[in-house]
């Protein structure tokens, strides 16, 4: 069973769901609004959010139905929002490693995953900011949207209510995790091609090779070879 319920406006759907499953008891979740004013991204990052221009979406499930690592539970939640995505646009989508998802080259959605126990159960917290109607991106240079990559006007509604199907459902058909990884690579973003890193300060040429279900990718760079890293040890420039 899954639930999905609209917020008019919140700092963020992450801590909003904590609120509301103090009173519910079930496998799936959901709540959305498309005002948010206080999201976060991964590691403390904000999440900055036209009003009634995107979508900001959380899903609580619960971890007793999942055997998967956590890694492995980021890539495949990565992998069915990127594949949602590139339904609705009708090209190809790829994964920003660990879990940003481009589209033409331009950043239009971000993953935040916790876990936490709520009312004696343990959840993973799945957050979701899509990028649907905004125009202009001035702060962030790499961002875009559903509309300036496709030119499409999709509904929010619409978007809310069929990411929320979508994910539930592939929720509860989980593969393998030698297919899950195998097909977080064969997304990856910039995957065997010639990119420009920033470490330690200082830039590099490298390629990205691959991403393992430690939550590691491995990128083969210029001067200091192939090499493993955690996030945030190493920026990717596009």
Request: neutral net charge.
């Amino acid at each position: 069973m899954s639930q999905l319920f609209y917020i008019k406006t919140c700092s963020s759907t992450n801590d909003e769901i904590s609120k509301v499953l103090l009173y519910e008891n079930s496998d799936f979740f959901a709540v959305h609004t498309f005002n948010q004013t206080g999201g976060r991204g991964q590691y403390g990052n904000a999440w900055l959010s036209a009003a009634e221009k995107n979508l900001a979406y959380t899903l609580a499930a619960k971890t007793e139905n999942f055997t998967l690592s956590d890694f492995m539970f980021n890539y495949y939640t990565a992998i069915i929002i990127s594949d949602f995505i590139a339904n609705l646009a009708d090209t190809a989508v790829n994964i920003k490693w660990p879990n940003d998802i481009i589209l033409k080259n331009k950043k239009i959605a971000g993953i935040l995953i916790e876990k936490k126990k709520i009312s004696g159960n343990n959840y993973f917290i799945i957050g979701a900011g899509i990028n649907v109607l905004q125009e202009k991106f001035s702060e962030i240079s790499n961002a875009g949207s559903l509309l300036t990559q496709t030119g499409k006007p999709f509904s929010l509604e619409e978007v809310a209510a069929g990411l929320n199907r979508f994910l539930v459902e592939k929720l509860k058909n989980i593969p393998s995790e030698k297919e899950i990884i195998s097909r977080f690579n064969s997304n990856l973003f910039r995957k065997d091609q010639i990119s420009v890193f920033e470490l330690n300060k200082t830039r590099q040429n490298g390629i990205i090779k691959n991403a393992d279900e430690k939550g590691e990718i491995w990128i083969d760079l210029e001067n200091d070879g192939l090499r493993s890293f955690y996030h945030k040890e190493i920026k990717l420039l596009y």
